[in-house]
C-alpha cells in the first residue's frame, strides 16, 4: 500500500477520516476524547497511510515496512482513523473506542499486529524513540524511512531538543518529523504559552527544515513529505506544518476548548451535519 | 488556618480533587502573600484557572516541561519563595525524579509538589496516564513528606498544612469526581500522625487516599460478619506514623494495607519495611494495583478487577482472616 493514490482519492479518506474522530469521540461519551488535536493531523496522517509510506496492512510485520510513531499520542483518533481506514483494525472496533478492554486506548499503546509501532500518550517520549528507530535502520542497512508526527506544544519539552540534536548527529537522513503547528496546547495558545521560534530551533538542532503554510492542505503536505522523503541533504528532515486545531469543524477550529471533551448529542449532531455538507 | 469550609464539601465531593486543590491554593495565597503556584500547561485540568486570573503575578506555566518545571521551582524555594508545583501523578514524580532527588531533596528545599489524578482514575486514557508508582518514586527520596489525602477536607487541610512545614513534601491527590466526604466535620489533622477512624481488634486495615471510604464499608461488612475491624487512615506515607503502627501490631490479628499503587514501595511496603524489624507480629496482606500495567478501563473497572472495592477488600480480608 502506499504510492499511487490520487489527490482526489485521500480526499475523500481524510473526510471519512474526520467522521471516524467524531464518531468514536462521541461514542466515548462521558470518558470524553481529544477531537481538536485529532482533527488538525487527519491530512498529514492520510498522506502517510494512503500515499507516501511503504506499508502492507495485511503483513504488518513486514521488515521493509516504512515506520510511523505518533509522539502526541493524545491524537490517538487520527491514528485510529487511519489505520482503520487502511484495514489495520476491523471498522466494527470503532464503537469500542475507550471501552474497557478494548485495544483502542486514549493513546496509542503498541500493538504491532494492528499498526502501532510505539505506545505514546506521554509527551515527548515518541520522538526521541523515532530517533532510535532510524538509527536502528542504519545499523540493519535497511531502507526503510521514519515517520513522527511531533506537536507544537510537544516541543516545550526538553527530550525533544536533546533527541533532536542526537538526530543530527548521527545523520538520520531516514527520519521526516512533521511539527503539528496547530497554535493551541492544552492550557491555551502555544505563543502565550512559550513563544519560540520553532524553524530557528530545528534548523540550529540540524535539521533540514521545510515549512508549510496549510498544513491542512491535501497537495502542499503531500509535495513536501515526498520532498522530505527524496531529498539528499544528509540531514534529518523536520516539516513544520501550520494547521488549524479542530480542523473542519466550526465550532472547534483554533478553540482551546476542543483539546479534550465530553461531546454531547446536540454538538454531534452538528457536526456530522458540517461534515456532510462540505 | 482559616475555617474549614465545611460548606463546600458536598460541592467538592461531586467535583473531584483537582477542584479541592484549585480552590484551596486560592485560599492559601490569600493568607500567604510569599506564595505562588507553578504548572507545566495543565491550568484548566488542575483546575488552576481561577489562581491564574485571581493571583496573575504569582503563577507561572513553564510549559510542557516537568523537569524544568521542578528546578525551577527548586530555584525559587531556594530564594523563599514559597512555590507549589502542580503536576500529574503519572508524569511528575517520574520524569523529574532525578530533580525531585538532587534539588529538592538533597538542598532539602521548602518546595512542594502536588499531583492529581494519582492511581487509576484516568481509566480510559490507558497506561501511560496511570500513577502507579509514584509513591515509590518519592519515598526513596531522603527529606521528603509524602502524604496522600483521603477526602475533601483532607486535601484542604494538607495543602494548608505543607505551607507550614519547612522541608520537600510530595502531595498525591486520588478520587474523582463523586469521591465521598470522609469528615463532614472539622477535625485535627497534622502530617505524621494517622488518624483511626474506626476502631476494631480483629482486622486492621490501614488505607491511604481517597480508598479511605472502601476500607470503612468493607471494615462494616466485616463487623457484620462477627470480625472487629479497625480503620488507619495513614495520610502521611512517609513518615509513617510508627506509634499507630505499634498499636496495630499489638492489638490487631491481620493487616490489610490499602492504596492505589504497585505493592511495591508504596504503603503496604512502607507498611512491611517497619514491620519486619519486630518479632510476633500478625500477618499482612496488601491490597494493591498488583505489580503489572493495567487493562484499559473506565475507574470504577479497574478498581474491581485490583480487588480495591469494598466487596474486593472485604472478601480479602475474610480470606485471609
Ligand atoms: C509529558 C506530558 N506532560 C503533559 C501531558 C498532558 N498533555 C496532554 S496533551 C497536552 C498538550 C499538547 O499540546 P500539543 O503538543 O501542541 O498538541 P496538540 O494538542 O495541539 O495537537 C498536554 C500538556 C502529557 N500527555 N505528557
Redesign the interface.
Known amino acids: 500500500m502506499g504510492n499511487n493514490n490520487t489527490v482526489e482519492f485521500i480526499q475523500e479518506k481524510c473526510a471519512v477520516m474526520r467522521r471516524d474522530v467524531i464518531e468514536m469521540g462521541y461514542i466515548?461519551g462521558g470518558?470524553g476524547a481529544h477531537f481538536g488535536p485529532a482533527l488538525s493531523s487527519i491530512e498529514i496522517m492520510a498522506s502517510l497511510f494512503f500515499n507516501i509510506m511503504n506499508h502492507d496492512p495485511k503483513n504488518p510485520t513486514m521488515p521493509d515496512r516504512d515506520r510511523f510513531v505518533q509522539s502526541k499520542?493524545h491524537a490517538c483518533l487520527s491514528y485510529y482513523s487511519a489505520l482503520i481506514e487502511s484495514g489495520y483494525i476491523a471498522k466494527d472496533q470503532k464503537s469500542t473506542f475507550?471501552?474497557?478492554?478494548?485495544?483502542l486506548?486514549?493513546?496509542p499503546?503498541r500493538n504491532i499486529e494492528h499498526g502501532i509501532e510505539i505506545?505514546?500518550?506521554?509527551?515527548?517520549n515518541g520522538f526521541a524513540v523515532a530517533c532510535g528507530m532510524a538509527k536502528a535502520a542504519k545499523i540493519k542497512k535497511e531502507n526503510h524511512k521514519v515517520y513522527c508526527l511531533v506537536g507544537d506544544?510537544?516541543c516545550?519539552?526538553?527530550i525533544i531538543w536533546e533527541a533532536a540534536m542526537n538526530g543530527a548527529k548521527n545523520k538520520l537522513d531516514n527520519l521526516v518529523a512533521i511539527v503539528d503547528r496547530n497554535g493551541v496546547?492544552?492550557?491555551?495558545k502555544t505563543s502565550d504559552?512559550?513563544d519560540v521560534d520553532l524553524v530557528a530551533l530545528w534548523k540550529a538542532a540540524g535539521w533540514e527544515v521545510l515549512v508549510l503554510e496549510d498544513g491542512n492542505d491535501l497537495p502542499s503536505i503531500l509535495e513536501a513529505l515526498e520532498k522530505m522523503k527524496n531529498s539528499k541533504s544528509g540531514k534529518p528532515h523536520a516539516i513544520i506544518a501550520n494547521t488549524t486545531k479542530g480542523k473542519g469543524i466550526s465550532f472547534m477550529e483554533g478553540s482551546i476548548n476542543w483539546h479534550a471533551r465530553v461531546m454531547n448529542k446536540e454538538q454531534y449532531e452538528q457536526a456530522i451535519l458540517e461534515l456532510e455538507s462540505n | 488556618m482559616s475555617n474549614a469550609p465545611i460548606d463546600k464539601l458536598k460541592e467538592w465531593s461531586k467535583q473531584g480533587h483537582r477542584n479541592v486543590l484549585g480552590d484551596s491554593l486560592v485560599m492559601l495565597a490569600a493568607e500567604r502573600p510569599e506564595m505562588c503556584t507553578v504548572?507545566?500547561?495543565?491550568?484548566?485540568?488542575a483546575r488552576l484557572t481561577g489562581f491564574r486570573d485571581t493571583y496573575p503575578d504569582r503563577f507561572f506555566?513553564?510549559?510542557?516541561?516537568e523537569?524544568?518545571m521542578i528546578d525551577f521551582t527548586a530555584g525559587l524555594a531556594v530564594e523563599g519563595v514559597l512555590p507549589y508545583a502542580v503536576g500529574l501523578a503519572?508524569?511528575v514524580p517520574m520524569?523529574p525524579a532525578e530533580q525531585m532527588r538532587v534539588t529538592l531533596g538533597y538542598m532539602n528545599l521548602n518546595a512542594k509538589v502536588v499531583c492529581i489524578e494519582a492511581g487509576v482514575r484516568?481509566?480510559?486514557?490507558?497506561?501511560?496516564?496511570y500513577a502507579m508508582d509514584d509513591i515509590a518514586v518519592v519515598r526513596a527520596i531522603p527529606n521528603f513528606t509524602v502524604i496522600s489525602p483521603s477526602d475533601p477536607l483532607q486535601i484542604y487541610k494538607t495543602i494548608f498544612a505543607i505551607a507550614d512545614h519547612d522541608g520537600p513534601v510530595y502531595v498525591r491527590l486520588t478520587g474523582g469526581p463523586g469521591f465521598p466526604v470522609m469528615y463532614p466535620e472539622d477535625f485535627d489533622f497534622q502530617i505524621g500522625k494517622a488518624i483511626e477512624y474506626k476502631e476494631g481488634s480483629d482486622v486492621a486495615f490501614i488505607s491511604t487516599g481517597s480508598m479511605l471510604g472502601a476500607a470503612v464499608e468493607a471494615a462494616n461488612t466485616l463487623e457484620g460478619k462477627g470480625i472487629s475491624t479497625r480503620v488507619v487512615d495513614m495520610h502521611t506515607i512517609k513518615p509513617i506514623d510508627t506509634d499507630m503502627l505499634d498499636k496495630v501490631f499489638a492489638e490487631n490479628k491481620l493487616v490489610v494495607t490499602v492504596e492505589e499503587h504497585t505493592p511495591i514501595g508504596g504503603l503496604g511496603a512502607a507498611v512491611a519495611e517497619y514491620k519486619t524489624g519486630f518479632e510476633n507480629t500478625p500477618k499482612q496482606v496488601m491490597a494493591s494495583l498488583g505489580d503489572k500495567f493495567q487493562?484499559?478501563?473506565?475507574y470504577a473497572?479497574l478498581l474491581k478487577e485490583n480487588g480495591l472495592t469494598a466487596a474486593g477488600l472485604a472478601n480479602l480480608a475474610e480470606a485471609n482472616f
Open positions: 466515548a470518558r499520542g475507550k471501552q474497557d478492554e478494548s485495544i486506548s486514549g493513546h499503546s505506545s505514546s500518550g506521554s509527551l515527548g506544544g510537544e516545550n519539552e526538553g496546547q492544552l492550557a491555551g504559552i512559550m | 504548572t507545566a500547561d495543565l491550568t484548566p485540568t506555566d513553564v510549559g510542557i516541561a523537569q524544568n503519572a508524569i520524569r484516568f481509566g480510559p486514557l490507558g497506561n501511560t496516564h487493562k484499559l478501563g473506565d473497572f
